[in-house]
């Protein structure tokens, strides 16, 4: 596994929160994706709904081989392992979408059909088991998108340090801009990896394109993942060599609990 984070990404990474990485998501899977995003766009939508029925799948954008490939990337998985090791484990993975000028800026603020309700931001964490402890999280975040996020296109914003305390900040309000907060502009082929404690939100896409991202959340083995009670779409499994075995949860990474070999 080649190593992404240096020292200063570390300590960035233990300190903030977060940190962007570049360089991580192969432009091959990127372009795959987009052919076949909005067909899983829909298939997810209708996975997530409440009467989902047979369509109640763990993971359901593992549907599509497409995305299932990501899971096979040593660059995109590079951060992740940087922080857990080779006790990773997939726990969440899903798709993030705003249509072109899904909200527009100047006179015209009416948003568009299917998305009234939301809001400016929902600021919240993957992940409310806060240790206080940065160097240690237990699990992490990467948040990708297949065009260039651009300021137009509302890059994801994050609160520096907010993962270390279990209160959120004094003032703080789930669906308003706070002071502090930085926006990570990210063009395709970047990443941002964060602490899933650090506290983050979409903003809304004002760009004449799409604003279609992906969400993938990584934790040790031995949490459980997202959805365990259904099972994984059968695509998620064709072919998958150990590595992704591992991160579906499928094989242990070691022989035993213990991992006595890590101490
Ligand atoms: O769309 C974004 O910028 C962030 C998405 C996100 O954090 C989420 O959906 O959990």
């Known amino acids: ?15 903030d929160g977060f940190v962007e990485l570049r360089g991580v998501v192969p432009k091959g899977l990127l372009s795959a994706a987009s052919g076949v995003f909005q067909e899983a766009w829909d298939f997810c939508e209708k996975a997530w709904s409440e009467d989902a029925g047979d369509l109640s799948y763990r993971h359901p954008i593992l ?5 299932v490939r990501f899971l096979d990337s040593p660059e995109l998985l ?12 997939l726990v969440q993975y899903f798709p993030v979408y705003q249509e072109p000028r899904h909200w527009p ?13 939301v809001p400016e931001r929902l600021w919240h964490r993957d992940f409310s ?7 240690l999280p ?8 297949l065009d260039d996020v651009t300021e137009e296109h509302g890059p994801t ?15 703080l309000d789930v669906n308003l801009p706070f002071p502090g907060e930085r926006g990570v502009p990210l063009e395709a082929g970047n990443a941002l990896f964060l602490n899933a404690c650090t506290l983050h939100s979409h903003r809304r896409n004002e760009a004449s394109t799409h604003r279609r991202g992906l969400v993938l959340m990584f934790a040790y083995w031995w949490v459980k993942p997202d959805g365990f009670q259904f099972p994984l779409p059968s ?3 064709e072919d998958a060599p150990l590595g992704r075995r591992q991160l579906l949860g499928e094989e242990q990474p070691g022989r035993d609990l213990h991992l006595y070999e890590d101490l």
């Open 78 to 89: 590079s951060g992740p392992r940087d922080i857990l090791g080779d006790q990773i484990q």
């Open 235 to 237: 695509a998620a499994l």
């Open 105 to 117: 800026s100047g006179r015209e603020r009416e948003p568009k059909r299917g998305w009234l309700h």
């Open 157 to 171: 914003v994050v609160l520096p340090g907010s993962h270390l305390a279990s209160e959120a900040p004094p003032g």
């Open 63 to 67: 549907n599509y081989p497409e995305f």
């Open 138 to 145: 237990v699990m992490v975040t990467l948040i990708l998108f």
């Open 129 to 135: 088991f806060t240790t206080g402890n940065g160097d």
């Open 1 to 15: 596994v080649r190593h992404v984070l240096t020292a200063d990404q570390r300590q960035a990474f233990a300190t």
